[in-house]
């Protein structure tokens, strides 16, 4: 696709998406340690909050971005799903076996790999997400082609009603319990809702919950969102980003100030940290309106350059190849660095500047030199296409 017929705002919001999945995973190592979970200072517990909230919208960004570009279909089924496998499963096989391989034990990685991704790799989950949403996209493509704006904005509200679903089973069942399952991965028990049960978890909000509403996003702005000035895009956006902001701030912290009764070092198994991270998944309420405001943002950028047409449409390119192979990269940096600069109260910088930059550092060292390998490796013929997409 030449640069005329790119979408360039798609471009810029896949680059950023990828960095801030990146910051997303440089934050991690400062809540999840020790036997699980481990926040070393109230300060540490509060630059999380804020520096993993920020890109929590990244990987939604994605899907909007595939349903901007692809849905309603543009080909029949059989050629999406011939070019979507050629793009997507082939380099997701690859990096899979390297991480298998590259990380804990490599004959009950193989084992694993014929149920589920590997857990050591646990960002490999979004390729399965991405595949389901591929496989409902020939379903709803003719309906997509014919809907109207209100039919869709009422799919939209049932949609974003969902987002709320997991406070509401908070309110009403309290803390929830943590059911372990294989390699010790926890899942918060669901309180029931609306027609689930213990043997029913198809609900009445079951099918439109999820990222079937990222999908739908991106429908309804291609289809019926023109273009806005800056004055009113800020005016919609910037409230937007903040509220949802503070909704997963606020979540976050509320459950850690609560298990830690304000007394630091705060540790516990694994699932502590799945509570504490339940308010800023993807299907909740502040996620959704921080990817709103990301979008609306994005849409402004419509001009090309030297910097887009020689660095930054590369970097898109090669986005997938980077999403996949990043964590080999990052783990090695996050591991130097904060060996480097110390921990919690005896960060070289004090307890309270340490971590931000070392999760800043962490973040742009990662992105930085991973772009520039995907890029390079994606210029070498046939190999480059297995492994980048």
């Given at each position: 696709?030449?640069?005329a017929?790119?979408?360039?705002?798609?471009?810029?919001m896949?680059?950023v998406?990828?960095?801030l999945?990146?910051?997303?995973?440089s934050?991690?190592p400062?809540?999840l340690?020790?036997?699980?979970?481990?926040?070393l200072?109230?300060?540490?517990?509060?630059w999380?909050s804020?520096?993993?909230?920020?890109?929590?919208?990244?990987?939604?960004?994605?899907?909007?971005?595939?349903?901007?570009?692809?849905?309603?279909l543009?080909?029949s089924?059989?050629?999406?799903f011939?070019?979507?496998a050629?793009?997507?499963?082939?380099?997701?096989v690859?990096?899979?076996?390297?991480?298998?391989?590259?990380?804990?034990?490599?004959?009950?990685?193989?084992?694993?790999?014929?149920?589920n991704?590997?857990?050591?790799?646990?960002h490999?989950?979004?390729?399965?997400?991405?595949?389901?949403?591929?496989l409902?996209?020939?379903?709803?493509?003719p309906?997509?082609?014919?809907v109207?704006?209100k039919?869709?904005?009422?799919y939209?509200?049932?949609?974003l009603?969902?987002t709320?679903?997991p406070f509401?089973?908070?309110?009403a069942?309290?803390?929830?319990p943590?059911?372990?399952?294989?390699?010790?991965i926890?899942?918060?028990?669901?309180?029931?809702?609306?027609g689930?049960?213990?043997?029913?978890?198809?609900g009445?909000?079951?099918y439109?919950?999820?990222?079937?509403?990222?999908?739908?996003?991106?429908?309804y702005?291609?289809?019926f969102?023109?273009?806005?000035?800056?004055?009113?895009?800020?005016?919609?956006?910037?409230?937007?980003?903040?509220?949802?902001?503070?909704?997963?701030?606020?979540?976050?912290?509320t459950r850690?100030w609560a298990d830690?009764?304000?007394v630091?070092p705060?540790?516990?198994p694994?699932?502590?940290a799945?509570?504490?991270?339940?308010?800023w998944?993807?299907?909740?309420?502040?996620?959704?309106?921080?990817t709103?405001?990301?979008?609306l943002l994005?849409r402004?950028?419509?001009?090309?350059?030297?910097?887009?047409?020689?660095?930054?449409?590369?970097?898109?390119?090669?986005?997938?190849?980077?999403?996949?192979?990043?964590?080999?990269?990052?783990?090695?940096?996050?591991g130097?660095?904060?060996?480097?600069?110390?921990l919690g109260t005896?960060?070289?910088?004090?307890?309270?500047w340490?971590?931000?930059?070392?999760?800043f550092?962490i973040?742009?060292?990662s992105f930085?030199s991973v772009?520039l390998?995907c890029?390079?490796?994606?210029?070498?013929?046939?190999?480059?296409?297995?492994?980048?997409?």
């Open positions: 696709m030449g640069t017929q790119r979408e360039i705002w798609i471009d810029w896949r680059v998406a990828c960095f999945v990146m910051l997303t995973h934050c991690e400062f809540y340690g020790g036997e699980g979970s481990l926040i200072t109230k300060a540490d517990a509060i999380v804020i520096l993993n909230v920020i890109p929590r919208a990244s990987v939604a960004l994605f899907v909007v971005a595939s349903s901007y570009l692809q849905f309603p543009h080909y089924a059989g050629e999406f011939r070019r979507r050629s793009r997507i499963l082939i380099p997701f690859i990096w899979s076996v390297v991480y298998a391989l590259a990380w804990g034990e490599p004959v009950r990685n193989f084992k694993d790999l014929l149920l991704f590997n857990y050591a790799a646990g490999l989950w979004f390729v399965y997400m991405l595949v389901g949403v591929y409902v996209m020939p379903l709803l493509s309906w997509a082609e014919k109207g704006k039919e869709l904005l009422v939209l509200g049932i949609w009603f969902t709320i679903i509401i089973r908070q309110w069942g309290g803390p929830a943590v059911m372990y399952g294989p390699s010790g926890p899942n918060p028990a669901k309180y029931p809702l609306w689930e049960a213990s043997w029913n978890a198809y009445v909000f079951y439109l919950s999820g990222f079937i509403g990222y999908l739908l996003l991106g429908l702005f291609r289809k969102v023109g273009k806005l000035s800056w004055g009113r895009t800020l005016a919609l956006a910037i409230p937007l980003f903040l509220a949802g902001f503070a909704v997963c701030n606020a979540g976050f912290l850690v830690s009764k304000g630091f705060i540790e516990g694994v699932g502590l799945a509570l504490w991270e339940g308010p998944l993807n299907d909740t309420f502040g996620v959704a309106l921080m709103i405001a990301w979008i994005f402004k950028i419509e001009r090309t350059d030297r910097f887009y047409d020689h660095v930054l449409l590369p970097v898109s390119k090669a986005s997938y190849g980077m999403y996949l192979s990043h964590l080999l990269v990052l783990g090695l940096i996050a130097w660095i904060r060996t480097s600069l110390g005896e960060g070289v910088l004090g307890t309270v340490t971590t931000p930059v070392q999760i550092s973040a742009i060292l930085v772009a390998a890029v390079l490796v994606q210029k070498i013929p046939r190999v480059g296409k297995w492994l980048m997409g």
